[in-house]
């Protein structure tokens, strides 16, 4: 398995942009798949973005869909996950997660993915 550390959060305006990373330690990294899920307060945890092990493919939820990119660099071993134009609806808690199965994302409920890193929080003010 993989170990991944995120960063980049923290407390932007409304309209702003932020960059999370998700760094992961392991040689194997490049054969995982990564997704980016997120958890509100009082919500459940929702799919936000994946990769691919390549990078060659890409899944979003609607609601990220042309506001947010995910990248990766697999001679870093990061994951990149570019934010823009963000909503006070968007503050959460952000994880990122790898897995060497999935091929298409985001999992059926319940599924258990190989890796999940500690969070970083992201507060968007109004």
């Known amino acids: 398995q993989v170990q991944l550390v995120e960063s980049g959060g923290g407390l932007v305006q409304a309209g702003g942009s932020l960059r999370l990373s998700c760094a992961a330690s392991?040689?194997?990294?490049?054969?995982?798949?990564v997704g980016w899920f997120r958890q509100a307060p009082g919500k459940e945890r929702e799919f936000v973005a994946a990769v691919s092990w390549s990078g060659g493919s890409t899944y979003y939820a609607d609601f990220s869909k042309g506001r947010f990119t995910i990248s990766r660099d697999n001679a870093k071993n990061t994951v990149y996950l570019q934010m823009n134009s963000l909503k006070p609806e968007d503050t959460a808690v952000y994880y990122c997660t790898a897995d060497r199965a999935r091929s298409s994302w985001p999992g059926p409920p319940g599924y258990e993915y190989d890796s999940w890193g500690q969070g970083t929080q992201v507060t968007v003010s109004s």
């Open positions: 392991g040689r194997t990294f490049s054969s995982y798949a």
